[in-house]
Nanobody
């Protein structure tokens, strides 16, 4: 079974930075895409960023483009989300998820079969 462990959330002031980690294991398919999603109370889940294992192609939502950077460390089977210049509207629970067999970056949520437990990010103004 695929297991995803998200960590790195916390409380930070606006303008600050956090780095989220997603440790992954148990993949059956050699190729996959890892995505970060977030959900704030009372709001729909939003796809934030994703990265493919096959060539490291990435996608960013417009709301985070230029502020967030997704990267992977294949040796550690870990995907990172570096979040800079954080804003109060970035406050949400962040989830990492895996889309097995997907080789192009996409935030289409039904393609993501496996989800981590979520980590809370709170940005104070």
């Amino acid at each position: 079974d695929v297991q995803l462990q998200a960590s790195g959330g916390g409380l930070v002031q606006a303008g600050g930075s956090l780095r989220l980690s997603c440790a992954a294991s148990g993949f059956v398919f050699p190729d996959y895409t890892i995505g970060w999603f977030r959900q704030a109370p009372g709001k729909e889940r939003e796809g934030v960023a994703c990265i493919t294992s096959v060539d490291g192609s990435t996608y960013y939502a417009d709301s985070v483009k230029g502020r967030f950077t997704i990267s992977n460390d294949n040796a550690r089977n870990t995907v990172y989300l570096q979040m800079d210049r954080l804003k109060p509207e970035d406050t949400a629970t962040y989830y990492c998820a895996a889309a097995p067999g997907i080789t192009k970056p996409t935030m289409t949520s039904f393609l993501y079969d496996d989800w981590g437990q979520g980590t809370q990010v709170t940005v104070s103004s």
